[in-house]
């Protein structure tokens, strides 16, 4: 028994007609992926990364040989100077949150000029949430410019905001819950290109979020000056079990690091106590990884475009990031399948997910996805508000047989009533 006997056979000639129709595009991620693995490959080779570089240290972390090689990778993979690849960065959220606090002081002003930053940012901003410890509290300014209604950057807007020379200029690449595309590395570079004309002492951060091995540059190889990311997303490969990190300039990362740790002490201490291994190896296989996930949200759009539903990016379109949306239209089906997606997954395949009230979320949110590591989004996964036009945010995914996989399955149990499971 194959497993194409599982499935509707009308599923399945579709199916058939989608992996025809998308083999092209699958070859060009494929060739992204060498050039990608290649950068890796050498700056492993270039550090010397020895056996007893995944070790890891104890106590304070002085003398961590392996950290240092690790954070010198990430700074030349990633275009940096400098580096912080920490497991006591809890999240991206920290990791962003740690960097954008880090680099402002009391009178400064910081401006995101990619439209109303991801949600937990805002937290971290004093734009949501009750403001305790935020910057509004210590004198600090923070706004955003809003996007034009077509979701492109209000360079006019932009403009007149950056006359008051914000001492950060900040860029969210992937779109977050909103409905605007994400920004490819070329439109990051005509942003920071109009940045350097109306304000050239800003320094550019860019949440660099899902974006890491989605093209073979990066924010900082087209003028930014740090960005920061999760390790439970793309550049901790599926392997890394926490942890963040922050590139940029050598002069930024230190003084961020004064944030993450302490004045004085920066980045000098620190145990990296059992999490150094997978660092190195999820880093080492980011780029197959991510590969692999941005080749099944190609496949997950042909389908459901095929399927008669209105998905972004299409399948043949520029990606940077891991994202996926999908409209369902009504809330019946959105849940159907965002159920599928967790009967799909490797790990608690057996739970239903059900829509539930969250903080900070207006709406009922669902979220799916049985990941290796809690809340891992570099695994397959899908989540998103119940309300109108009833969008899910599908990204990650560990191999590109189990995408395609779970994606099948999915439009099953969502859109073939004969269901043979
Ligand atoms: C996921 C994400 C974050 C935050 O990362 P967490 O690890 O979930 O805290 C920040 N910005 C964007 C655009 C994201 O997608």
Redesign the pocket.
């Known amino acids: 028994m194959s497993w194409r006997d599982n499935y509707d056979p009308k599923l399945i000639e579709i199916v058939d007609r989608v992996d025809k129709k998308i083999a092209p595009r699958l070859a060009e991620m494929d060739d992204q992926v060498i050039e990608n693995q290649s950068k890796v490959l050498r700056a492993f080779q270039e550090h010397h990364v020895a056996e007893s570089d995944l070790t890891g240290s104890t106590g304070y972390g002085h003398y961590d040989e392996g950290r240092d090689k690790l954070e010198d990778i990430y700074a030349e993979v990633l275009g940096g100077e400098d580096a912080l690849v920490r497991p006591q960065l809890v999240?991206?959220?920290?990791?962003?949150g740690v960097s954008l606090l880090g680099l402002v002081r009391p009178g400064d002003e910081l401006v995101y000029i990619t439209g109303k930053?991801?949600d937990?940012?805002q937290e971290v901003l004093g734009m949501a949430g009750n403001g305790i410890g935020s910057p509004i509290e210590y004198n600090i300014k923070t706004g955003y410019v809003d996007l034009k209604q077509d979701g492109s950057v209000d360079f006019d807007a932009v403009r007149a905001r950056l006359a008051s020379h914000p001492r950060v200029v900040a860029i969210?690449?992937?779109?977050?819950y909103a409905t605007r595309d994400s920004f490819t590395i070329a439109k990051i570079a005509a942003m920071i290109k109009v940045v350097r004309e109306v304000s050239p002492d800003s320094w550019v951060f860019v949440?660099n979020?899902?974006g890491e091995f989605s093209e073979t540059k990066e924010p900082l190889q087209v003028g930014a000056d740090l960005m920061a990311?999760?390790l439970?997303?793309n550049a901790g490969g599926g392997m890394a079990k926490t942890g963040?990190y922050i590139v940029g300039k050598k002069e930024l990362v230190e003084r961020v690091s004064y944030r993450f740790t302490v004045p004085g002490l920066g980045a000098a201490e620190g145990a990296t106590y059992g999490s150094l291994e997978d660092m190195f190896q999820g880093f080492f296989q980011a780029p197959q990884v991510t590969g692999a996930a941005i080749k099944g949200s190609i496949f997950e759009a042909a389908l459901l475009e095929e399927l008669g539903l209105d998905v972004s990016p299409k399948w043949d379109a520029p990606r940077t990031?891991l994202?996926q949306t999908v409209n369902f239209g009504n809330p019946d089906d959105m849940v159907a399948f965002a159920k599928a997606v967790q009967h799909n997954s490797p790990i608690d395949s057996f739970v239903t997910p059900i829509p539930e009230k969250m903080a900070g979320y207006e709406d009922a949110v669902i979220m799916a996805g049985g990941s290796f590591v809690q809340?891992s989004?570099i695994e397959f996964s899908a989540d998103g508000p119940l309300r109108e036009p009833y969008t899910l945010y599908i990204q990650g995914g560990l191999t590109y047989a189990h995408v395609k996989l779970a994606t099948v399955g999915a439009a099953q149990d969502t859109f073939f009533s004969q269901s043979t499971k």
Do not use: E, M, N, W
């Open positions: 999240s991206g959220t920290h990791a962003i930053p991801y937990t940012l969210q690449r992937s779109r977050g949440d979020a899902y990311g999760s439970f997303k963040g990031d994202v809340g989004t």
